[in-house]
C-alpha cells in the first residue's frame, strides 16, 4: 500500500497516475491471459492463436472429445464466446477460469469472449490496448459491440474506431456499428 500521509498535491497525482498505468497494465495482460486460456481450450478456426488456424470445428472437436454439432450426454461443447472467424471454446472453460480469479462464470466467459473478439477481429484495438494507447475497459465495451457482425463490418469498425478510440465515448463507437451493419450486414 502507498504510503500517502506524507505526500503534498503532486506526490498524490503522481502517485495516482502510477496506480493507474499499473492498473492498465495489469489489465491488459489480463486479456492475454484470457486469450490463452482460450486457446488451452479451443477448438476451430485460430485455435493454435493466430488468425485462422484452418481446422474443421467438427472433426477436430471430435479428436479431441468435445460434442460438436450434436448433444453427447455428458460431453462438453464447444461454444461460440466471440463473433464470426473466432475458434469455439469449451463450454466449462470459463465456469474454470472464472473460479480461480473469483469472478462469475459469465464475466468469465465474457473476459474470454472479448479477449477472442479482440485478437481475431480487432486486431489494431488489440495492438492499442498492448502498446498502452487504450485501456482494456474501452477495447471491451467495442468488442462487445462487434460480436454480432460479420468479419467485414468488424474490421470496418476496427479500422474506423482504432485510432479515436481512446478519446471518444461508447455513443460514436455505437454509430460506427450501425454504419458497419448498415453497409455490410444489412439483414441484421
Not at 486457446?39 to 493454435?48: K, Q, R
Not at 471430435?62 to 469455439?88: E, I, K, N, S, Y
Amino acid at each position: 500500500m502507498i504510503e500517502t500521509t506524507r505526500l503534498d498535491v503532486a506526490g498524490v497525482v503522481a502517485a495516482a497516475v502510477e496506480c493507474r498505468r499499473v492498473a492498465d497494465r495489469a489489465e491488459a495482460e489480463l486479456l492475454v491471459v484470457a486469450v490463452r486460456w482460450a486457446d488451452l481450450h479451443t477448438v476451430g478456426p485460430g485455435a493454435d492463436g493466430g488468425a485462422d488456424g484452418g481446422a474443421d470445428n467438427g472433426a477436430a472437436g471430435a479428436a479431441a472429445g468435445f460434442g460438436v454439432g450434436r448433444d453427447l450426454v455428458g460431453a462438453q461443447r464447444l461454444v461460440p464466446l466471440a463473433g464470426a472467424g473466432t475458434p469455439l471454446v469449451a463450454e466449462f472453460a470459463p465456469g474454470e477460469l472464472g473460479a480461480a480469479l473469483g469472478i462469475t462464470s459469465h464475466a468469465a466467459a465474457c473476459l474470454v469472449g472479448d479477449s477472442l473478439e479482440l485478437r481475431h477481429r480487432l486486431p489494431r484495438l488489440w495492438a492499442a490496448v498492448h502498446a498502452g494507447r487504450l485501456q482494456a475497459w474501452r477495447a471491451r465495451k467495442v468488442a462487445q459491440t462487434t460480436v454480432c457482425l460479420s468479419v467485414q463490418a468488424a474490421g470496418f469498425v476496427d479500422a474506423q474506431v482504432a485510432p479515436v478510440a481512446h478519446k471518444v465515448g461508447l455513443s460514436r463507437v455505437l454509430r460506427l456499428v450501425e454504419v458497419a451493419m448498415r453497409r455490410y450486414d444489412p439483414d441484421l
